[in-house]
């Protein structure tokens, strides 16, 4: 048993391969070099051992593009494999989330693009379809770009309910589908928006990430532009529960893979410095669904640091006890082995980090 730990940044993709105790990692890459790389995914249902990688370039424009022997080969799609049809006058910004399906629909794969839409696949991520229900929602002419872009970043298939899906958007709030995409609601009550004329819209909020809670689908957490939430009967209503961390302002919101009240959150000094409070990189532990966080920090630097983690530069894989890592803007990946309790430095002098990603591989 490994680790593959997936790193996307503004310069390409690099992939780690580490041993089953976390404390050694291989790097390869820098693969696609010169690309952003937003989204990173492991598929590895029916027999796969497929990474997927949403790739951007300034001359060639955005691609998902697969390995299926861990990064030394990749496919390379003649055309752009997710585009607008026409008469939708959008085009292709990047691809923000790849989210392969439950274990129902082994061939499925979601991908959450900017401007903001949410593509599918049946082919395991060759090629994709936008999903028409989302699209043609009448509250999407009249969403809002958040300051990363009009972007749908999260993509959370329902592992019970093939057909039911959330997503998130900033700077849109979250949806959710339960007819498998077909028609969609705004699942926003109690989120607050307090750049708006009215603080509790029926959509306009800027979600940051959402998270799912293991073995409790309709438990959710989010990270907002201001406010720490989270949802149990499946996003119908959230409850405010940054209680005790210093700041409600952050990007990434991690939920433990075994176990359904421990969640972890990275805080931010305030949505105008978007630093690490107090020049302290520490994570932020629940065990007890949002009542009392605890400040995890040992391993990481405690003075003058100020880092920033973006949306997607926060994950854990699914061993036990969990492991955490996450990336910075300014190149430095940390992992944990003991569910936060200490840190090491994985990596430096990397460029931004744009996503972190992990899978438990044979």
Not at 22 to 31: A, L, V
Not at 135 to 154: E, I, K, S, V
Not at 212 to 232: C, K, N, V
Request: glycine residues 12%.
């Amino acid at each position: 048993m490994h680790i593959l730990l997936m790193v996307g940044t503004t310069k390409g993709a690099f992939l780690f391969r580490g041993d089953a105790d976390r404390q050694g990692f291989e790097p390869t890459g820098p693969h696609f070099p010169g690309e952003e790389i937003y989204a990173l995914a492991f598929d590895g249902r029916a027999g796969r051992s497929r990474v997927l990688a949403g790739t951007a370039s300034s001359h060639w424009g955005s691609v998902v593009r697969c390995s299926d022997d861990l990064g030394r080969t990749w496919s390379d799609p003649a055309e752009g494999n997710v585009r607008f049809p026409e008469g939708t006058g959008a085009a292709l910004a990047r691809v923000w989330q790849l989210q392969p399906a439950g274990e129902q629909r082994p061939d499925t794969v979601y991908a959450g693009v900017e401007p903001a839409a949410l593509f599918r696949s049946d082919d395991a991520g060759e090629t994709f379809e936008l999903v028409r229900g989302l699209w043609d929602h009448p509250h999407r002419p009249h969403w809002q770009p958040g300051g990363g872009g009009l972007c749908l970043h999260t993509v959370l298939p329902d592992p019970a309910d093939p057909d039911r899906i959330w997503v998130a958007v900033s700077a849109a709030g979250v949806y959710r589908t339960d007819d498998g995409g077909a028609s969609w609601q705004a699942r926003n009550h109690g989120v607050r928006a307090g750049f708006l004329p009215d603080p509790h819209p029926e959509f306009g909020q800027c979600v940051h990430k959402v998270a799912q809670a293991a073995g409790r689908p309709d438990t959710l957490y989010m990270q907002s532009h201001g406010g720490l939430y989270r949802s149990d009967d499946g996003a119908e209503s959230w409850t405010d529960i940054a209680n005790g961390v210093p700041s409600d302002f952050g990007f990434p919101m991690v939920a433990h893979p075994g176990d359904p009240d421990t969640a972890f959150a990275i805080p931010l000094e305030s949505d105008g410095f978007r630093c690490t409070p107090e020049g302290r990189a520490r994570v932020y532990r629940t065990k007890d669904a949002g009542a009392f966080w605890e400040p995890l920090g040992e391993g990481l630097p405690q003075h003058d640091a100020y880092l920033t983690v973006l949306r997607d530069g926060f994950t854990t894989d699914g061993m036990s006890p969990a492991g955490l890592y996450f990336g910075t803007r300014t190149g430095q990946v940390f992992a944990s082995a003991d569910e936060g309790e200490r840190w090491r430095l994985v990596a430096e002098w990397l460029p931004p980090v744009l996503c972190v990603k992990a899978a438990v591989l044979p």
